[in-house]
T-cell receptor, first 109, second 119 residues
């Protein structure tokens, strides 16, 4: 049940695109299409932005997209906006458990 | 409107016990796997436990296995977490939610309840 690996921080300018990676193993990320991503602003509860690797909940802008290749999942945010500045966490099903990544701080320059 | 309202968090001494509750409303509670997720102050999200829709199957993170017990009452639409042998490292905000799925197309989290383990 080791945590998934995410970069500690990423940054981008308004209008640019950023990608956050999430690396696991063949027992979790690589083995199931149950990767989700959560956005968390300071002092707030997390918010689901991607589930089942690529699916976007209602109300989440289509600037947010998810993908997976092998044991690594990715969240891409295009057309960066100031309000995208937040912490982002990936999460994967692992057969008998679920596991989160350590989180990535996104800074909009 | 889907609502998840956690309660029961408070200051407790190391070695003590605490029971958290989560009141669910606005959706068919008995149809969903439910989870507890925690977040220590200034730290990341950590999965704690899950229970299947009828309550017959449970799974725990290694860090809480043998100390925590998850349960549910579908008639009362309530999820519970019995926490025993509490340690300082269990200090966190605890959230209940249907992890990784949407209800009516949207993800849902409660506001969480803070558990502080300290002498």
């Amino acid at each position: 049940q080791s945590a998934l690996t995410q970069p500690r921080s990423v940054s981008g300018s308004p209008g640019q695109s950023v990608t956050i990676s999430c690396t696991g193993t063949s027992s979790n990320v690589g083995g199931y299409d149950y990767v989700s991503w959560y956005q968390q602003h300071p002092g707030k509860a997390p918010k689901l932005v991607i589930y089942d690797v690529t699916r976007r909940p209602s109300g989440v802008p289509d600037r947010f997209s998810g993908s997976k290749s092998g044991n690594t999942a990715s969240l891409t945010i295009s057309g960066l906006q100031a309000e995208d500045e937040a912490d982002y966490y990936c999460c994967s099903y692992g057969g008998s458990y679920w596991v989160f990544g350590g989180g990535t701080e996104l800074t909009v320059l | 409107e889907v609502q998840l309202v956690e309660s029961g968090g408070r200051l407790v001494r190391p070695g003590g016990s605490l029971r958290l509750s989560c009141a669910a409303s606005g959706f068919t509670f008995s149809s969903y796997w439910m989870h507890w997720v925690r977040q220590a102050p200034g730290k990341g999200l950590v999965w704690v436990s899950r229970i299947n829709p009828d309550g017959g199957s449970t799974t725990y993170a290694d860090s809480v296995k043998g100390r925590f017990i998850i349960s549910r009452d579908n008639a009362k639409k309530t999820l519970s977490l019995q926490m025993n042998s509490l340690r300082a490292e269990d200090t966190a905000v605890y959230y209940c939610l249907p992890l990784g799925v949407t209800i009516f197309g949207v993800g849902h989290w409660g506001q969480g309840t803070l558990v502080t383990v300290s002498s």
